[in-house]
Nanobody
Framework: QVQLVESGGGLVQPGGSLRLSCVAS????????MGWYRQAPGKQRELVAT???????NYADSVKGRFTISRDNTKNTVYLQMNSQKPEDTAVYYC??????????????WGQGTQVTVSS
């Protein structure tokens, strides 16, 4: 069974930094796109950043120049380095990945989410 598990969330002051990690586990044949989404209270879930297996990245305009997505294919892990954080970055952050398991069909998987709070 494929699972995505996020870690690294927490409370940070405005201007501070956090690094999120997400590990995909289970019998995985291949992982294509990996990404991060976030959902603030009362708002829809929105894209933060994605990265392809070969390293091509895409960012929401609101985080460009502040956040950096990266991945380690040998560890089935994606990271999100968040710098210069703002109160509006406060949200639950979800990991997302396009995975082909050894048994089963290619599908998109979600993590359980990790809370990030930016506040003084």
């Amino acid at each position: 069974q494929v699972q995505l598990v996020e870690s690294g969330g927490g409370l940070v002051q405005p201007g501070g930094s956090l690094r999120l990690s997400c590990v995909a586990s289970g019998r995985i044949f291949s992982i294509y796109v990996m990404g991060w989404y976030r959902q603030a209270p009362g708002k829809q879930r929105e894209l933060v950043a994605t990265i392809t297996r070969t390293g091509t990245t895409n960012y929401a305009d609101s985080v460009k120049g502040r956040f950096t997505i990266s991945r380690d294919n040998t560890k089935n892990t994606v990271y999100l380095q968040m710098n210069s954080q703002k109160p509006e970055d406060t949200a639950v952050y979800y990991c997302n990945a396009d995975i082909i398991p050894f048994h089963g069909s290619r599908d998109w998987y979600w993590g359980q989410g990790t809370q990030v709070t930016v506040s003084s």
